[in-house]
């Protein structure tokens, strides 16, 4: 069974930048959408961005258009988030998740996206 791990998670003062990344146990996956969601304790998931590694293509949430970047590592079926001008409200537990097929656009939700990490916290503050 697949399974995905994030890292990267840290502590990063408003303005600054960082790379979260999410590894699969598999590789190399191809037929397979790769999402990341975000959640703060007692608030709904958002979704923040997705990428469909048969051709690369990628979905950014409104709250990550412009600041977020999809980014991949076919040979080591790595997806890395990279965020920049990071902000308070980005704070959160951040989750990679993998669903079969071209899914991005679609809804995170379980199915299809049914392979899940633990989680990297993010944490923006002064």
């Known amino acids: 069974q697949l399974q995905l791990e994030e890292s990267g998670g840290d502590l990063v003062q408003p303005g600054k930048s960082l790379r979260l990344s999410c590894t699969a146990s598999?590789?190399?996956?191809?037929?397979?959408?790769v999402a990341w969601v975000r959640q703060v304790p007692g608030r709904e998931r958002e979704e923040v961005s997705c990428m469909y590694l048969g051709d690369g293509s990628t979905h950014y949430a409104d709250l990550a258009k412009g600041r977020f970047t999809l980014l991949r590592n076919v040979a080591r079926s790595q997806v890395y988030l990279q965020m920049n001008n990071l902000k308070p409200e980005d704070t959160a537990i951040y989750y990679c998740?993998?669903?079969?097929?071209?899914?991005?656009?679609?809804?995170?939700?379980?199915?299809?996206?049914?392979?899940w990490g633990q989680g990297t916290q993010v944490t923006v503050s002064s």
């Open positions: 598999e590789y190399p996956l191809r037929d397979v959408s």
């Open positions: 998740t993998a669903a079969s097929g071209r899914r991005c656009g679609s809804p995170v939700k379980t199915p299809p996206f049914d392979y």
